[in-house]
């Protein structure tokens, strides 16, 4: 019945105080706040609906994400909402679209990398959105070797110009989010030629299409590169192929600075390249800040399909009955708890890491500012390895959480096909997970050779055995005289226990901060012990063989396991709600707060257009002739 919360009983049971966790999630009370009113604001606009994308054709649904960014921009505008809440309303809209890289790349690869001359002239224009810009990196041929690129960008002295250039089909720009149809600029990265000479990938604003007309400029061919993975899902997005054909492109700056006018590479009217020694991977600063973001998201991603799957997994009942009394919750099968409960211990201790990782980058960034490139290193392995783990995770754990709602999770319904489609590609966006655990790898043999065995002795006393376990597992790959190439399936191995450890030994730095709230502290000790000891279980192998825990230590945690499910049972509901997520956002029958499941499915299948009419099209041309035997039928 509506109005009647199903999950009432769930939500009595909680031993804690579940608004003060709902200010640790969002990370503060004005975070909360915020995120509160601009999720409420636009699950009640029926402009932000999005229950019907899976009926959609392509056109119709790239159109109606269309309207939906310029509704949305039109409600930032009328609203006057700041820049924090104006992010939060479009994450909340939850439709990938242009916007995404207009505010997710190409402003902060202006903020990052532009110098004070090119934010003055460019950032203005792109806050009002008066030009649209893409980040057009990735090529045809190449997407994971930067320095693989194969556009140029040759300096013309005569003209004080770039000329921007595909030289091959595989030099072609493909995938950047919001090139197809939709942005008038891109940051292109190209190699820059200087008097003849190479100096490697530079990134240079571009533009594509006239402010007038929208169509291309000359020189300029421009289109979407199709369909992809699911139906609805990315396809809100435009992404696209783009070639230059010797771009005189008037507006194109190289791109001569990081942060402040740190990094100085110029190209004089004379023709002069100058660089000063700053190391070149700056320029992937954009890159290193973007992964920084996708392991918040991940920890949202990750959340909204623990959400789902935690409410209907009370919701549901099968099997158990006792003298004709209720069927058993399926939430309280041993099974369902050992699969569903290291997923919401992940979910926060995603959350926690994201923080911190958040706080390492804004670190790093003004540490840069002052010419330190001391952690620099650092920085770029955890953003490396922390977006790789988080997003093979979150995959994984969406889909585990389909299968964890039976068939019902299947259903466009549920919300987890979508959501799954719309996430998967973060294994692959940003860079490739195993390029960038590779990434990690090459860091973590540096340091060996640097420190000796020790990577690191700064971590709380409960990782000790996690640090043995990566110091082992680098002193076997290291230990033999064999290359990087050969032994990188196993350093990669080695590459995923250091970010367990670090996301492990943050989880447990978060809980020696203050932490408000009857009992909140508690839930989040049993949520750490969980992530860490469902590790430990699942990769005990490596544990057992650094001799750092005996095959006894194994089976005690196990046990322990057990007891840590049985204890987060009672609470698992209040600590989904903890999410505050809206039904508008989570779009999922299965995962509504008032759990009333059953009337809403059987009310959303007849909404489906294939029951518009009680006989299908197509009945009378293909069925009826086969029901009457019209069609000669095969000797049998
Ligand atoms: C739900 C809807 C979406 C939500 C949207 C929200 C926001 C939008 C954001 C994301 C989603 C949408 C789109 C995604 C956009 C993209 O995908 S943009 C393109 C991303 N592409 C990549 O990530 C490419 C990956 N490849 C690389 O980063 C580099 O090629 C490489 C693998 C790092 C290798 O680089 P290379 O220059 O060859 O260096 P090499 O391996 O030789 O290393 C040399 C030294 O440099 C150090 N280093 C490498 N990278 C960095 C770095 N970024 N920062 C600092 N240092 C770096 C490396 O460690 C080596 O150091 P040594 O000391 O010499 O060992
Ligand atoms: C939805 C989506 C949105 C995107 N948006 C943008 C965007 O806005 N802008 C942009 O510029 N790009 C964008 N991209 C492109 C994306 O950044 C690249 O696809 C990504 O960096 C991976 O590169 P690749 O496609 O060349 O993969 P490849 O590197 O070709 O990967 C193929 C396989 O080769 C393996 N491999 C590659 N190199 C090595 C190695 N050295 N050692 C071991 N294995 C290796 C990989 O692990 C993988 O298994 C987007 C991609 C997607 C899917």
Redesign the pocket.
């Given at each position: 019945m509506e109005g009647v919360d199903h999950l009432a009983h769930e939500r009595n049971k909680s031993e804690f105080d579940v608004d003060a966790m709902k200010i640790v999630w969002a990370g503060s009370p004005h975070a909360f706040d915020v995120s509160d009113r601009i999720s409420k604001l636009v699950a009640s606009d029926p402009g932000f609906r999005k229950d019907n994308r899976s009926t959609l054709s392509r056109k119709e649904l790239f159109k109606n994400t269309l309207r939906k960014a310029a509704y949305a921009w039109k409600t930032i505008v009328d609203l006057r909402l700041s820049e924090e809440e104006a992010a939060k309303l479009r994450f909340y809209v939850?439709e990938?679209a242009f916007t995404?890289?207009h505010?997710?790349?190409f402003i902060p690869a202006i903020k990052g990398q532009g110098t004070e001359e090119q934010q003055q002239k460019w950032l203005p224009l792109a806050y009002k959105m008066q030009i649209i810009g893409c980040?057009a990196?990735?090529e045809l041929g190449h997407?994971?070797?930067?320095?693989g690129l194969e556009t140029t960008a040759t300096f013309d002295s005569q003209t004080d110009e770039f000329i921007i250039h595909s030289p091959t089909l595989t030099s072609s720009k493909w995938?950047?989010?919001g090139l197809g149809k939709v942005a008038t600029h891109a940051i292109a990265y190209a190699r820059l030629i200087v008097g003849g000479r190479e100096h490697g990938v530079h990134g240079f604003i571009v533009q594509l299409r006239s402010l007038e007309d929208h169509s291309p400029l000359l020189g300029i061919t421009v289109g979407d590169i199709g369909m992809k993975f699911g139906n609805g899902a990315?396809n809100t997005?435009d992404n696209g192929v783009l070639q230059f054909d010797h771009v005189l492109d008037v507006y194109s700056i190289a791109f001569a600075s990081i942060a402040v006018m740190l990094w100085v590479s110029q190209v004089t009217c004379e023709g002069k390249y100058k660089q000063s020694d700053v190391?070149?991977?700056?320029v992937?600063?954009?890159?290193?800040y973007?992964?920084q973001?996708?392991v918040a998201?991940a920890s949202c991603?990750l959340s909204r399909a623990v959400c789902i799957a935690t409410r209907y997994s009370a919701v549901r009942r099968q099997f158990g009955s006792q003298n004709g009394g209720p069927e058993t919750q399926v939430i309280d099968y041993k099974t369902q708890q050992s699969r569903l409960f290291p997923l919401l211990a992940s979910a926060y201790a995603f959350r926690f890491i994201g923080e911190w990782l958040k706080w390492l980058y804004a670190d790093v960034t003004q540490r840069l500012q002052a010419n330190d490139f001391s952690t620099?290193?650092e920085?770029?392995?955890c953003?490396?390895g922390l977006k790789s783990l988080t997003t093979t995770a979150t995959a994984d754990g969406i889909e585990e959480c389909r299968k964890l709602c039976g068939g019902h999770g299947y259903l466009c319904s549920s919300g987890l096909p979508e959501l799954f489609a719309?996430?998967v590609?973060?294994c692959?966006?940003?860079?490739?997970n195993t390029?960038?655990l590779?990434?990690v790898a090459?860091?973590l043999m540096?340091t060996v050779s640097q420190l000796g065995s020790r990577l690191s002795s700064k971590k709380p006393v409960g990782t000790i055995a996690y640090m043995t376990r990566v110091e082992h597992l680098m002193q076997c790959r290291c230990g033999v005289q064999r290359g990087f190439a050969e032994l990188s399936a196993d350093l990669v191995e080695a590459a995923v226990a250091h970010c367990q450890l670090i996301v492990v030994s943050k989880f447990i730095e978060k809980l020696q901060q203050e932490i408000p709230g009857k009992g909140v502290k508690q839930q989040l000790e049993v949520l750490c012990n969980i992530y860490a000891l469902f590790l430990l279980h699942k990769h005990q192998g490596d544990f057992l063989s650094t001799g750092c825990i005996t095959p006894k230590h194994a089976a005690l945690a196990n046990d322990e396991l057990r007891s840590l499910y049985s204890q987060v049972r009672p609470n698992a509901i209040a600590l989904v709600d903890a999410f505050n997520y809206t039904d508008h956002y989570l779009g999922s029958i299965l995962g509504c707060y008032d759990g009333n499941v059953y009337p809403k499915l059987y009310e959303a299948a007849w909404k489906d257009p294939l029951n518009e009419s009680v006989v299908p099209d197509g009945y009378h041309l293909y069925i009826r002739p086969l029901l009457k035997q019209e069609i000669r039928t095969a000797r049998l």
């Open positions: 939850d990938p995404d890289l505010w997710g790349m980040y990196q990735t997407g994971s070797n930067v320095q995938w950047p989010g990315y997005m190391p070149r991977q700056l992937y600063g954009t890159m290193v973007v992964r973001t996708i998201d991603a620099l290193p920085a770029h392995a953003t490396a719309v996430y590609p973060a692959t966006y940003e860079g490739d390029v960038l590779l990434q090459r860091f540096k």
